[in-house]
């Protein structure tokens, strides 16, 4: 693989003219170095599967720093 790349889906919604966003999938997507390879999905949270959501977003932060610096060699 060539990068590893945070990927956090969201959207913004007003209630009682409070603003607020809500997170709905949190993953990594792994790029290979290789164009003609298919990118690999690592999905840590998905609102439609799973109801505790902060120890996914600590999880995803955690492998984003693993995965990049074995990417990048350090």
């Avoid at 993953?27 to 390879?37: A, F, I, V, W, Y």
């Avoid at 840590?44 to 977003?57: E, G, K, R, S």
Wanted: aromatic share 10%; with cysteine; net charge positive.
């Amino acid at each position: 693989m060539g990068k590893c790349k945070l990927v956090n889906v969201s959207r913004n919604f007003t209630q009682d003219k409070t603003s607020s966003t809500v997170i709905d999938q949190l993953g990594l997507e792994l790029l290979p170095k290789d164009s003609n390879e298919s990118p690999v999905f690592l999905e840590f949270y998905n609102a439609n599967n799973v109801f505790v959501f902060n120890i996914h977003l600590q999880l995803q932060a955690k492998w984003h720093k693993l995965i990049t610096s074995q990417l990048e060699g350090k």
